[in-house]
């Protein structure tokens, strides 16, 4: 089983929710979150005032999928996430040890299914 974690522009979101039903990802989260990588935040203009953003808004989209089932996540969100500019996000895969679905039980892969 892996997790896969993805960061990315939160104006993708949609395209990104919509691209992991086609998948046929039965589950997933989603945080809002904050964050910077190369591009070290921004400069902004408020009235008139120039300040700095150094944390840009972000969405983080996690989903517990097969090790089959992986790549082709990976893809997906790539994929729909990619606007071509720089923060576009990042994606990574994570081993994912035990899963546990509570209210019936179930582990691991029968806990991640439909």
Do not use: H, W
């Amino acid at each position: 089983m892996k997790l896969v974690t993805a960061i990315f522009k939160p104006s993708r979101l949609d395209a990104v929710i919509d691209a992991l039903g086609e998948t046929g990802v039965s589950g997933l989260t989603v945080s809002e979150v904050r964050g910077y990588g190369r591009q070290q935040g921004k400069t902004e203009v408020y009235r008139g005032a120039e300040y700095e953003v150094r944390l840009l808004p972000k969405v983080k989209v996690e989903v517990a999928c097969s090790a089959a089932d992986a790549e082709r996540v990976v893809e997906a969100i790539s994929t729909s996430a990619n606007t071509g500019t720089i923060g576009d996000g990042k994606v990574f895969v994570l081993d994912l040890e035990s899963v546990v679905r509570i209210r019936t039980g179930e582990r691991n892969e029968q806990a991640i299914g439909s």
